[in-house]
């Protein structure tokens, strides 16, 4: 029985865990809020790396130190039901709602669109997305050493040519760095943070790290203690280098705005970068790389998807549940990525505090031995935040002024909770709830007579 792996072995493990993350599609992010952020870059990429780095390495140790098998049955300390409908949800977000559109999204507008006029593109959306989702859908219904060959080929690859453009950057930028825009004026540690849930990477963490774990134990280590220090070594090396990816995209995005402008979206700065360093050849061949990487993530999230609702519902095939979930992604890809990422924020904002405290309650589970009282009332005290939070992020994201029939919760909300406006109001109420029904369980257990 091993306690330790060997260095190199650690290394491995991490860089699977990385390429599991890096996805193409979050590449986008950093590069859009370098742009908006100009000269507040650096608080701004220390809140996006809390939520885009931080909350994926939680997540996985979260997973680590529980012992669950999967996040369903992690979930379920709350309840069976819950656990179902979380977990569902979770894996709808980052499957075929969100997550798997935006890699057609992100293909297309990086690899294609640089290319087209403006008048053309939504049919060239319809018509790329087709067979990019055909050859999608055909590979993972057949599943075949390629994918897997082509996916172990084209993160170091694509890793290797951002590398190379961002350190062409950092030594020749494109431009000066500009004044920011929007939110990131006055408050660009918040909007950096918040801007970290749509790289989705942690509620991706709370499943990937099943995948580590077993990783881990085919190697030898079985033991609780042995499991988390390997936890926590993979996990520094995978988040450590998407870290550094996502300050150095974030500068190149920075960087971009004097000569390119505020852009709609990140993959639009990539490719202009990739242009402006290396001319037409860079950008067809960051092109090519990413469309291939966008198409492998794609597959690994409807196979995913597939195989979980599988097992949740039996009598549905695994291929009639693969070619559905395709057919949806197909459809909200063609809304076009700007939308896909607009209608995702309302969604992210309630899941995520729900997904970040079911992990803090991992962590502290034996300080309340693990009682359900305190999942319920801490789970059902960030649900009622959380959801008029992602209410709210709706009416927002639709242009609608004030909040309806919720505009008094928000009002209370807002002249109640602590950090409700930076978009943490969660926090506190959650801390109080822990604290109190943790102290309630342990006089309670104190109390209990001890049997002879």
């Known amino acids: 029985m091993k306690e330790k792996l060997s260095f190199s072995t650690y290394v491995v493990i991490g860089f699977m865990l990385f390429a599991l993350f890096f996805g193409a599609g979050n590449l986008i992010f950093p590069a859009q809020l370098g742009q908006a952020s100009g000269t507040h870059l650096c608080p701004a990429v220390i809140g996006f790396l809390i939520t885009g780095v931080g909350l994926p390495l939680l997540g996985i140790l979260a997973m680590g130190y529980?012992?669950?098998?999967?996040?369903?049955?992690?979930?379920?300390?709350?309840?069976s039901v819950y656990a179902i409908l979380f977990t569902s949800l979770l894996y709808l977000t980052i499957g075929p709602f969100f997550a798997a559109p935006r890699t057609g999204a992100v293909a297309f507008d990086v690899g294609i669109a640089p290319y087209l006029g403006e008048g053309s593109s939504q049919i060239a959306l319809f018509m790329f997305t087709v067979i990019f989702f055909a050859v999608s859908l055909w590979l993972s219904l057949n599943p075949a050493k390629i994918v897997e060959n082509v996916g172990k080929v084209l993160a170091p690859g694509i890793v290797v040519l951002l590398v190379i453009l961002l350190f062409t950057a950092i030594l020749n930028p494109i431009g000066m760095i500009q004044s920011p825009v929007e939110t990131y004026q006055s408050g660009a540690f918040t909007a950096g943070f918040l801007e970290g849930y749509n790289t989705m990477d942690a509620l991706a963490s709370l499943v990937f790290g099943i995948i580590v774990i077993n990783a881990i134990r085919s190697?030898?280590?079985?033991?609780?203690?042995?499991?988390?220090?390997?936890?926590?070594?993979?996990?520094?090396?995978?988040?450590?280098?998407?870290?550094?990816l996502y300050a150095a995209i974030a500068y190149l995005g920075a960087v971009?705005?004097?000569?390119?402008?505020i852009l709609d979206t990140g993959g639009a700065v990539l490719s202009g970068a990739a242009e402006y360093y290396f001319g037409t050849f860079g950008s067809i061949l960051l092109s090519i790389v990413f469309i291939?990487?966008?198409?492998?993530t794609n597959i690994g999230l409807m196979t995913a998807c597939g195989e979980y609702f599988n097992k949740l519902f039996p009598k549905f095939s695994y291929k009639t549940l693969v070619t559905f979930f395709t057919t949806i992604t197909f459809v909200f890809a063609n809304f076009g990525l700007s939308n896909i990422i607009t209608y995702s924020i309302p969604v992210l904002m309630f899941l995520y505090p729900l997904a970040i405290v079911l992990m803090l309650l991992t962590f502290l589970s034996p300080l309340f031995h693990h009682a359900r009282i305190v999942y319920v009332s801490t789970i059902a005290v960030t649900f009622l935040i959380s959801i008029v939070d992602g209410a709210k992020t709706l009416y927002n994201s639709l242009g609608i002024e004030g909040y309806?029939?919720?505009?008094?919760?928000?009002?209370?909300?807002?002249?109640?909770?602590?950090?409700?406006?930076?978009?943490l109001g969660w926090l506190v109420p959650v801390i109080i709830v822990i604290i109190v029904t943790g102290i309630y369980t342990r006089i309670i257990r104190a109390s209990e007579p001890v049997e002879a």
Do not use: H
């Open 404 to 423: 309806g029939w919720l505009q008094p919760i928000v009002t209370f909300y807002e002249e109640t909770l602590p950090f409700y406006s930076d978009g």
């Open 66 to 79: 529980s012992g669950s098998k999967n996040l369903q049955e992690l979930a379920s300390r709350v309840n």
């Open 256 to 261: 971009s705005t004097e000569a390119f402008g």
């Open 219 to 244: 190697m030898g280590v079985t033991t609780k203690k042995g499991i988390m220090a390997a936890t926590v070594k993979t996990g520094l090396i995978a988040t450590i280098l998407l870290g550094a």
């Open 292 to 296: 291939l990487a966008c198409l492998t």
